[in-house]
Nanobody, 129 residues
């Protein structure tokens, strides 16, 4: 089993920054492809960013490019999402996801929520205008 726990969400003004963290259980974190998704009220869950197992490959939604950065520290079993220049439309519950079975990933695989086997409970991000 893999358990994921997000933290770092909160309330921030437009233009501000937040750093989300996702801590994973187990000794095989380096075998997991990791992703961040978000879901706003009344909307479908959407892809935000993803990282390959080593962190050498990263992928971003168009809405996140240039503002968000995904990174990981495999020694700490943690993946991060640094969010800068936040906008009100970034308001959503942000979820961390993992799939150790994907092998290598490309952007198509990274964006597909159903391809991830493990999910955290989510952390609320609210951006005020």
């Amino acid at each position: 089993q893999v358990q994921l726990a997000e933290s770092g969400g909160g309330l921030v003004q437009a233009g501000g920054s937040l750093r989300l963290s996702c801590a994973a259980s187990g000794r095989t974190f380096s075998s997991l492809n990791m992703g961040w998704f978000r879901q706003a009220p009344g909307k479908e869950r959407e892809f935000v960013a993803a990282s390959s197992k080593s962190g050498s490959s990263t992928y971003y939604a168009d809405s996140a490019k240039g503002r968000f950065t995904i990174s990981r520290d495999n020694a700490k079993n943690t993946v991060y999402l640094q969010m800068n220049s936040l906008k009100p439309e970034d308001t959503a519950v942000y979820y961390c996801a993992a799939d150790r079975f994907l092998g290598g990933i490309n952007i198509t695989q990274a964006r597909f929520a159903n391809g991830y086997a493990y999910w955290g409970q989510g952390t609320q991000v609210t951006v005020s205008s």
